[in-house]
Each structure stands twice: as C-alpha cells, then as structure tokens.
C-alpha cells in the first residue's frame, strides 16, 4: 500500500526536472520515471540507473560478477571503432566478471547482449524476436581488442559461441512499448543465474516496481 502510494506520487504533477533519485553519478528525473508509465519508453537515464542497481546488488556474496555498460557505449564504438572506447573499462577488468552487460538501442528498440565470461558466449536478447547476429559479432571482435590491449592474450571466435535467442526461447512483448522493461528484466533474471520466466503480463507491475526501486535505490 504504502509503495503504491509512493509510485502513484512519482508519476503525479510536479516539476519535470525534479531529481527524484541520483546514485551512481546518475540523476533520474520526475520525467525520466514518467517514461515508466503506462505504454511509455524506457529512456536512457531509466536504463543505465537500473543497470548500475543491478551492478550494484550482485557485488553481494552469492551473485555473479555483473559489468554494464552504459546505453552510449555501443553507439560510440559502432561509430569511433575500439580507440573511442578504449578508456571506458578503466579500473575494470572485463575478464575478471562473470557477466558482461550491453544494453543496445536501435534507434525505436531496446535489445540486450550478454557476455558470459565464464561460458564463452555472446547472446543477443531481442523481445521482437530480431536476430543480433552482427552486433554479437562487433561485440566479439570488442572483447579481441580489449583482450589484446589490457593482458596481451589473443581471444579465439572458435572457442567462443555468439547466438541471437530465438522468439521461443525467451519471453516476446506484445506491445510496441514494452521493449526497454523487457530489456531491463532479462537483464534482472540473467544476473540472478535464473531462467526468464515472465511475460507480457508481468509489465505493468514492473513499470511500477522499477519506479519504487530506483527511488530507493535498491531491488526488491
């Protein structure tokens, strides 16, 4: 009841650019939370907050080593190749994480890449059924260049599986809306190391349980 009452305040009147939460040296505002609204996208600041609260929550004892990139990354290494990314990974050792998270924007679409270091394999997650298969393939030849660059190690594509899950492996949305909060749940379930069981029908309580958590800036 009481969160009920806070999201409904969240989505309530009040001045566009109020900062309703910041962390991470992230702010989101009263409009960044009223894209979690109804039917509405997901923007930018709602992903990577809701990445870095994943991040966030996996350090604990029992969870999977978890890095997420930010929504800009992909875009900057699409256009400026590895050079104009070079520098994000400062301080972190991609190879030392379990996951590696990748949100990816196509322009009116969300979509997801996980890099599974323990597993060697890239997956593209779509929930229009979309196949990734280049994006995998970039990303790889991401992780080549990172490999050489910071421990002087080739990486090997054979030794590497990159697959782009079918519609019937993974829950699809039905909607033209819901792409970002399908996007941030497998993210969610993928991180737990448990299988994504949630559907369409799940939606609109997410919206509403993604607002309470990056208000409190943490997840239930």
Known sequence: ??????????????????????AFKLKVTREDIHTLRNLRWL?????????????????KEGYPAVHAFSTFFYPKLISGGYKAVRRWTRGV????????????????????????VRKTTIKYFDSMGQKGDKICETLFRYLQEESREK??????LSEWTLHSMESHEIPQQLNGSDCGVFMCKYADYIS???PITFTQ???PY???????????????
Not at 45 to 59: C, G, T
């Open 1 to 22: 009841q009481a969160m009920e009452r806070e999201v409904i305040a969240a989505f309530g009147k009040g001045e566009p650019d109020e900062i309703m939460s910041s």
């Open 43 to 59: 923007n930018d600041e709602v992903i990577n907050f809701y990445m870095s609260l994943l991040v966030e929550r996996n350090k």
């Open 93 to 116: 050792d991609l190879f030392k994480q379990d996951l590696i998270l990748v949100p990816i924007h196509l322009r009116v679409h969300w979509a997801l890449v996980v890099i599974d």
């Open 151 to 156: 421990r002087n190690l080739e990486l090997t």
């Open 192 to 194: 737990r190391d448990k």
């Open 201 to 203: 029908n799940h939606m």
């Open 206 to 220: 997410f919206r509403r349980k993604m607002v309470w958590e990056i208000i409190h800036q943490q997840l239930l």
